[in-house]
């Protein structure tokens, strides 16, 4: 099985910062990329940002200057830190990794449970 576990979610004021961690564990063979979704209420789930394991990232153009993501290939981890956070950054935020059990697998998504983040005005 795989599992990842998300953490660092909270209440903040808006212009403050919070740091984003999911790890991965179980049978993992390759990971191809890991990144953060999120989901506001009454909206659907959109990208916020992606990191592959040639280190190649993508950002939302909501938060392209306030956010930056980095991965630990070693731990599994990904991580997003958010600076500058606006009341619109409120939303349940998934961790997703693309990856194969197996060297025979195909890759396949899999996602957290989501981490809340609230930024308050």
């Known amino acids: 099985q795989v599992r990842l576990v998300e953490s660092g979610g909270g209440l903040v004021q808006g212009g403050g910062s919070l740091r984003l961690s999911c790890a991965a564990s179980g049978t993992i063979f390759n990971i191809n990329a890991m990144g953060w979704y999120r989901q506001a209420p009454g909206k659907q789930r959109e990208l916020v940002s992606i990191i592959t394991s040639s280190n190649n990232k993508t950002y939302a153009d909501s938060v392209k200057g306030r956010f930056t993501i980095a991965r630990d290939i070693a731990k599994n981890t990904v991580y997003l830190q958010m600076n500058s956070l606006k009341p619109e950054d409120t939303a349940v935020y998934y961790c997703?990794?693309?990856?194969?059990?197996?060297?025979?697998?195909?890759?396949?998504?899999?996602w957290g449970q989501g981490t809340q983040v609230t930024v308050s005005s």
């Open positions: 997703n990794a693309r990856l194969r059990k197996t060297w025979y697998d195909s890759y396949r998504d899999y």
